[in-house]
């Protein structure tokens, strides 16, 4: 079935610095989401946007949609070191029974 | 408090020999779904379940099986593990809400010998 794609791959960066990541999709949505997992343990829900909905903030992170590029992009403002992880975008595309379609994740490390 | 519990949570066993994960919610969600998680190729959906009794294949069904005779319980059977199932497993549960997302178990590293 389809994947989303995220790009990069993998992140560096130094504490304090802005992270971004982005997600592609390849049709129509419901709804996007992104989800944090930390090293090989479960993950867990950071932001839902709706298809009618162009960004979205949640304390220091802000989610974008863009759905005539069907790309999305999440920002971490004033990264910490806590916010090593991996950041997966998974979409609930329509008429699906709430499957999400799930990208391959962006590793990001934060350097202290 | 409001969780998804797998266990066991991790799994050694030898090819052929029958197991059982079971994963357990207690938010009275409706819908769970099981995915594995392999290196480079993120969340692959293997079944899911709309409500009791109500279960469909996902993406990769091949060597699995489900049931779903509480709401709570959702367990995976793998009859006769092969290595090719050594993988990450999380079991996950969503509410039927406009915005409900999942909540997902802590995971299941499994290995076939």
């Known amino acids: 079935s389809q994947q989303g794609e995220e790009d990069p791959q993998a992140l560096s960066i130094q504490e304090g610095e802005n992270a971004t990541m982005n997600c592609s999709y390849k049709?129509?949505?419901?709804?996007l989401q992104w989800y944090r997992q930390n090293s090989g343990r479960g993950l867990v829900h950071l932001i839902l946007i709706r298809s009618n909905e162009r960004e979205k903030h949640s304390g220091r992170l802000r989610v974008t949609l863009d759905t005539s590029k069907k790309s999305s992009s999440l920002l971490i403002t004033a990264s910490r070191a806590a916010d090593t992880a991996s950041y997966f975008c998974?979409?609930?595309?329509?008429?699906?029974?709430?499957?999400?379609?799930w990208g391959a994740g962006t590793k990001l490390i934060i350097k202290p | 408090e409001a969780q998804v519990t797998q266990n066991p949570r991790y799994l050694i066993t030898v090819t052929g020999k029958k197991l059982t994960v079971t994963c357990s919610q207690n938010m009275n969600h409706e819908y769970m779904s099981w995915y594995r998680q392999d290196p480079g190729l993120g969340l692959r959906q293997i079944y899911y379940s709309m409500n009791v009794e109500v279960t469909d294949k996902g993406d990769v069904p091949e060597g699995y099986k489900v049931s779903r005779k509480e709401k709570r319980n959702f367990p995976l059977i793998l009859e006769s593990p092969s290595p090719n199932q050594t993988s990450l497993y999380f079991c996950a549960s969503q509410g039927m809400g406009w915005t409900d997302t999942q909540y997902f178990g802590p995971g299941t590293r499994l290995t076939v010998l």
């Open positions: 049709t129509s949505i419901n709804n």
């Open positions: 998974a979409t609930e595309y329509m008429d699906s029974n709430y499957q999400l379609i």
